[in-house]
T-cell receptor
Framework: GESVGLHLPTLSVQEGDNSIINCAYS??????FIWYKQESGKGPQFIID?????DKRQGQRVTVLLNKTVKHLSLQIAATQPGDSAVYFCAEKIFAGGTSYGKLTFGQGTILTVHP | DGGITQSPKYLFRKEGQNVTLSCEQN?????MYWYRQDPGQGLRLIYYSQIVNDFQKGDIAEGYSVSREKKESFPLTVTSAQKNPTAFYLC???????????????FGDGTRLSIL
């Protein structure tokens, strides 16, 4: 079946660098995407979302880019800090003609480590 | 503060025992979800509920049961029929039902279930 996946399972950066976490999806019917951050022993925390009618969305220090042509999603974190160290998940939702219940399909996650 | 509260944080199950995981939200969200998280895997949907007194099986419902008697509560019972229950269980909620297709899910901080 179709699923969301990540290109890199781990990413190590220096404090102050920009980080880019990538995600590939295979279902062209997906219409909504979310990035989550999960720290050890905690639940996923919502970071930012984007709808399929957008290419880019910015939040505080984060930007999500959506390339529907190649079915690729990325999360950019500016000026990465040690507190950004966590597992980052992307998730997609497939629109089901108005009857969608909001079921999300999650990727396995990328471990981001920020070195001081 | 509004949020999702899961309890207990840690739970141990004996052979042949049913255990119930609590999930309470004060976000006034209509939809609630239960996921299972295993190492190296994405979140997998166990059950979801779009409205009080209604719930549907997710992808891995066997060995689990739920109820939704109140809007704010969605307890999950792990029955003795679930032969591999050791996992991190996450409860989530979202504002919209099927009428509002794109709303992020917000998560609690999970319950870690282990076998004695």
């Amino acid at each position: 079946g179709e699923s969301v996946g990540l290109h890199l399972p781990t990413l190590s950066v220096q404090e102050g660098d920009n980080s880019i976490i990538n995600c590939a999806y295979s279902n062209s019917a997906s219409d909504y995407f979310i990035w989550y951050k999960q720290e050890s022993g905690k639940g996923p925390q919502f970071i930012i979302d984007i709808r399929s009618n957008m290419d880019k969305r910015q939040g505080q220090r984060v930007t999500v880019l959506l390339n529907k042509t190649v079915k690729h999603l990325s999360l950019q974190i500016a000026a990465t800090q040690p507190g950004d160290s966590a597992v980052y998940f992307c998730a997609e939702k497939i629109f089901a003609g108005g009857t969608s219940y909001g079921k999300l399909t999650f990727g396995q996650g990328t471990i981001l480590t920020v070195h001081p | 503060d509004g949020g999702i509260t899961q309890s207990p944080k840690y739970l141990f199950r004996k052979e042949g025992q049913n255990v119930t995981l609590s999930c309470e939200q004060n976000l006034n969200h209509d939809a609630m979800y239960w996921y299972r998280q295993d190492p190296g895997q994405g979140l997998r949907l166990i059950y979801y509920s779009q409205i009080v007194n209604d719930f549907q099986k997710g992808d891995i419902a066997e060995g689990y049961s739920v109820s939704r008697e109140k809007k704010e509560s969605f307890p999950l019972t792990v029955t003795s029929a679930q032969k591999n229950p050791t996992a991190f269980y996450l409860c989530a909620s979202s504002l919209g039902t099927w009428r509002v297709s794109n709303q992020p899910q917000h998560f609690g901080d999970g319950t870690r279930l282990s076998i004695l």
